[in-house]
């Protein structure tokens, strides 16, 4: 008798690592694709004020500059003008010189976050990480298995010195913060440089945010403080810097940077050979034409105004609805309002098996925490509905809040 052929369920289970993942941040894209719900959960732009005719006539002039160099596998570091562009921009900001050498061109900087996680952690590494932790981070890094500790920005937590000692790196997203929208004054970001320095150990700074300042400017990046303090030489500081053009631009060009000393770029180029040989030079070559033109510089404000009025919006309809039960802060930037329980006890988590009954979706801060057990607050995103979808999701919040509120075992009668 021939052997019956194995079904998939007997077949060699996925990798270990896997069980401990989760599936949310695919859930939350599908669910944007739903127009009977009204997402607050995806962390995306304004999909109506993506600039298609642009990118276009400048996809048409890239390959007519770049020929069959713009379709061909690239030199990993990325598209050499690109990288040069790159370094131009960070050495204008920080008053001093970075090279092409400082570069290194990712498919988004979500590649940047997964190059590290390759080049630096092995299991049981410690990473000092803001906290909450932006979910995609912790993504990218858990199947290296590492440790986490918080990183409390007044570095005043009991043997904060001796921990960052250990960390082999400290991971921070000081513009505007996902999931909190929170800009971390320049004082801390001196602070934490200088703690990083002592300890001797690499600071990662997370940035994709950069360009979304609603209210005024955000103070200097880390690097570029860093780079200003020691102008002469070639940059030797512990600061990575990730930047991206999904926030200014559009994320489907999937264009991302790292920018820190040169050994660590050789080291990270070296780990995306075996990730995805070279991103795309097409969308490279698209980027570098909207950089170049000016188009990306003129774009950006246009943005600002609609996602002011978003928050806006946004934060006008949880005080209306919501003030009762839940606390916020107005973002000065980003794309997230975090709202925070006033009830220790309160549960987003069960509060989303509600909201989606309502048809409304957020992101319960649990899955901002390595270990799963910060259930008080959730993440509001405003940039991708219009005001009047942003009023309408709160309203069905509140009708979410109240269904888990009655449903709440041992509830006051
Ligand atoms: N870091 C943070 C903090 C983010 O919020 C995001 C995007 N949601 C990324 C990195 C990844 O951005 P990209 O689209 O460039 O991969």
Redesign the pocket.
């Known amino acids: 008798m021939p052997t019956p052929p194995a079904s998939a369920t007997q077949r060699p289970k996925p990798a270990r690592w896997l069980s401990s993942g989760n599936s949310i941040t695919q859930q939350f894209l599908s669910l944007g694709g739903r127009p009977d719900i009204v997402s607050l959960a995806g ?2 732009p304004a999909a109506e004020l993506y600039p298609v005719a642009e990118i276009a006539a400048a996809s048409t002039r890239a390959l007519a500059r770049w020929g069959s160099v713009a379709l061909e596998y690239g030199p990993m570091e990325g598209l050499p003008a690109l990288r040069a562009a790159i370094a131009a921009r960070v050495s204008a900001a920080a008053g001093r010189t970075f090279g092409p050498e400082n570069v290194l061109l ?8 997964d190059l590290l996680g390759k080049a630096l952690i092995d299991p049981g590494d410690l990473i000092m990480a803001q906290f909450p932790t ?4 912790l993504d990218a890094w858990r199947p290296r298995q590492p440790r986490y500790e918080r990183l409390d920005w007044t570095l005043a937590a009991p043997g904060c010195e001796a921990t960052l000692r250990q960390a082999k790196f400290v991971y921070a ?1 000081p513009n505007y ?2 999931p909190t929208g929170v800009l971390v004054p320049q004082g801390q970001r001196m602070a934490l440089l200088d703690a990083v320095m002592a300890a001797g150990t690499w600071l990662v700074e ?4 950069l360009p979304l300042q609603l209210d005024g400017p955000a103070p200097p990046s880390i690097l570029t403080s860093h780079a200003a303090r020691h102008p002469d030489g070639p940059y030797d500081g512990p600061v990575i810097y ?6 200014s631009l559009v ?1 489907g060009l ?3 940077w790292v920018v820190a000393e040169a050994g660590m770029i050789a080291t990270l180029a070296l780990t995306k050979q075996s990730t995805d040989l070279s991103s795309s030079m097409l969308t490279q070559a698209i980027a570098l034409d909207l950089i170049e033109s000016g188009f990306e510089a003129r774009h950006v404000p246009s943005m600002l105004s609609a996602y002011r009025e978003r928050r806006d919006a946004l934060c006008a309809a949880l005080a209306s609805h919501l003030s009762d039960w839940f606390t916020w802060d107005v973002p000065p930037g980003g ?1 997230f309002v975090w709202a925070t329980a006033r009830d220790p006890a309160f549960d987003t988590n069960a509060l989303y098996v509600h909201a989606l009954a309502e048809k409304v979706a957020f992101v319960p801060s649990s899955v901002f925490d390595p270990d799963g057990a910060l259930t008080t607050a959730m993440r509001l995103n405003f940039t991708r509905s219009s005001p009047e979808r942003l009023v309408e999701g709160v309203r069905r919040l509140e009708r979410a809040v109240k269904r888990y509120l009655a449903a709440r075992p041992g509830r006051a009668a």
């Open positions: 962390g995306l990712t498919t988004g900087a979500m590649q940047g976050l932006y979910l995609g981070a997203v913060s996902n997370d940035d994709p945010y990730l930047g991206t053009l999904s926030k994320p999937r264009v991302g794309m």
